[in-house]
Each structure stands twice: as C-alpha cells, then as structure tokens.
C-alpha cells in the first residue's frame, strides 16, 4: 500500500482482514500519527525512498493511494518488476459492485453527489456517498464476511468484474482525477461530467493529461449505460465523443 492516508489506512484494515501481509510505505515521517491504528499483519515503512524496495519480497500487487503520482519513480519500479497495480476501487468493485452513479469535473461534484443521493433518499433506496467524498469506498467491504471476502479476491485483479450486492444498492460515487487515473475497469450505471477547467496539473503535467483521466468515467463498453454531459462544459466536443451511445446532455444558464 502506497500512502498513509484515509485511504491507505482503510484498504490496510481490508487486507488485514483477509489475513494478507502488507507492506505500508509512506515518504513522510507517520509512525507518531499512525501508532495504534494498524493491524499487526500490517508492516511500516515511512521515510520510504525508491533505494529500500529491495530490502523487500516481491509483491503479488500494490494499491496507490490517490494523490501518488502514477508516473513516479516508485511506480515506474513496480510497473518494471510487473507487479499488478490496483487501485482502492478496484479491490471495493471486485467486493461490491459498480456504483450506480459517478460523477466528475473540476467543479460541483460534492454538490451533485449529495443531491443525487439525497433524491434517491427521498424515492425510499438505499443510497450511500463513496469516493471523494464521505467514505472510502472500500470501508463497505467491511460488512463481508472474511470467508466471502477470500472467495472474491482469490483471483485479484481478475475478479475485478465481479459483482457483490452492493450493486443493488443506489450507491453514488465521486470521482476526482487521481481514483478515475488508475483504474483497471470501471462501467456505473450513469456516468455524469459537469466540467473541464486546468486543475491538478502538479499531478497530470498538462492539461491533455488531467483530461484524459477525466475522460475514463466514460471508459465502459456495456451499450446499456448511460452518460450525463453539461453543454457548458470546456472542450464539449471532446466530452460527447468520448462518452457512449446513451447520452443526456443539460445545460446551466
């Protein structure tokens, strides 16, 4: 597990659970933060530079956290040594099932997130925020048995399309550009883009860069999806072509 953030420490609490051993890295100094809170099949090594990956055993996969640069050279060594990578909402697909709904842009997708699931509320379904917003996706997973849990992950990353019950569930899932970046598959039953504005380019290098991995919501090739596109939108061509046959379009005055 690459980062000792809300989401390494939630996909370390998964792991452990299904009796992996896991290695937790960190380039900061996050023992005093993180003394008590990890599971002891868990392992820490902060202070974490690109010379000490030899000190360790080949990994049979590795799950950065959102905001590591995929393009780093910690990354670029892994990819190298052909260790599977995965993302956090991978391993909760491979459990739980696709969202319903995802929503990116640069801006208002805390905003839309919340009223679509506060629509579903209201209709009476069982309807929960995941993502970049409230939390991480694979804490649902906590509520699989272990038993089960082993029984879905057995063949990672290949089970990734294998859908739990959560699937029925309305679940609606903010999207920024770090999770969409790094996922094997992904195929909601709605995909919505609001918006396209330079942002994050500390992370993406350049625009054409932080727009493709926007443009992964779209990635789904099931003819039955739908995607949800804003008229108003920077590079409005570009979206509509990326996006599937089935497509709504709205406009905000």
């Known amino acids: 597990m690459i980062g000792a953030g809300i989401t390494g420490l939630a996909v370390c609490k998964f792991l452990s659970r299904l009796e992996l051993k896991v290695l937790l890295v960190d380039e900061g100094a996050v023992a005093e933060r993180l003394s008590g809170s990890l599971p002891e099949s868990v392992t820490l090594a ?7 990956i030899a000190e360790f055993d080949t990994f049979h996969f590795a799950v950065p956290s959102p905001g590591v640069d995929l393009n780093g050279p910690l990354m670029g060594e892994l990819k190298s040594r052909e260790v599977i990578i995965l993302s956090e909402f991978d391993l909760a697909i491979a459990c739980l099932g696709m969202p319903r709904v995802a929503v990116t842009g640069t801006n208002g997708k805390t905003t839309t997130v919340n009223i679509i699931h506060e629509m579903f509320l209201a209709a009476g379904e069982d309807s929960r925020l995941v993502g970049n917003v409230g939390r991480p996706f694979i804490e649902e997973a906590a509520e699989i048995n272990p038993i089960e849990l082993r029984s879905i992950l057995r063949a990672v990353p290949a089970s990734v399309d294998r859908a739990g019950d959560f699937s029925q569930n309305f679940s609606v899932a903010e999207m ?39 443009k992964r919501i779209f990635s789904s090739d099931d003819s039955e999806n739908w995607s949800l596109i804003c008229l108003n939108t920077q590079c409005f061509e570009d979206v509509l072509m990326a996006a599937g046959e089935k497509r709504l379009l709205f406009g905000v005055a």
């Open 46 to 52: 902060e202070n974490f530079s690109l010379d000490k």
């Open 176 to 214: 920024s550009s770090y999770q969409l970046d790094c996922l094997v598959e992904f195929s909601p039953n709605v995909a919505v883009f609001l918006n396209i504005e330079d942002d994050h380019l500390e992370r993406h290098r350049d625009f054409d860069s932080y727009f493709a991995a926007k």
